[in-house]
């Protein structure tokens, strides 16, 4: 249920965070208040919540490094607060995992309505894409159990990390996901590794769906930021 929805805050000025608070309780929902990076991410790691707000500017772990850490242990939705409008910190909050930004000074209407917006689309991605056996876009179709792909009636054969990668990207359309996330995800590795495996993968993956390979319909580069599945 909506209103019974747990709301992680992580922000370094109380004051904001309090109406943050206050703004979500008078909706129905119930939120949670940490002060700084570690604290934030020692709650994600040992309580359970459905969208985290996220400050960038915090103590001990920024919010870049922290959003890169959660999305590590969840995929929730995390909306990015801040003081900041540079199109350059958005792309690279975006690209580390982050689903949305909203900049400091906001309404609490335009804070409610954006939680409400993601929890929503989480919902529908969770009961959707994530629990059904089957994924169907613009002539393709993906079966997860059976690991097969057809573009337009015709099977298109994958390597395991080819089928895992694609798959992965369809369940989660249009959301940007960044190399090391994928890398992470898909090969289990940190992101220490070589991470331009991912694109090679995806350049393997474009040339077998795609009609035409250098102007994708189905699987996006974000220059800076990642990939993302056109829904």
Known sequence: MMNMSRILIIEDELSIAELERDYLEIEGFTAEITTDGKSGLDAVLNQSFDLILLDLMLPNINGFELCKQIRKETDIPILMVTAKNEDIDKVRGLGLGADDYIVKPFSPSELVARVKAHLSRYDRLISKDNLKDEIHSRGLHINKSSRQVFINKREVIFTAR???????????????????????????????????????????????????????????TLWGAGYRFKG
């Open 162 to 220: 080819e089928f895992d990668l694609l798959t992965f990207l369809a369940m989660h359309p249009n959301q940007v996901f960044s190399k090391e996330h994928l890398f992470e995800r898909i090969w289990g590795l940190e992101s220490m590794g070589d991470t331009a495996t991912v694109t090679v993968h995806v350049k393997k993956i474009r040339e077998k769906i795609e009609p035409k390979p250098t102007k994708p319909q189905f699987i996006e």
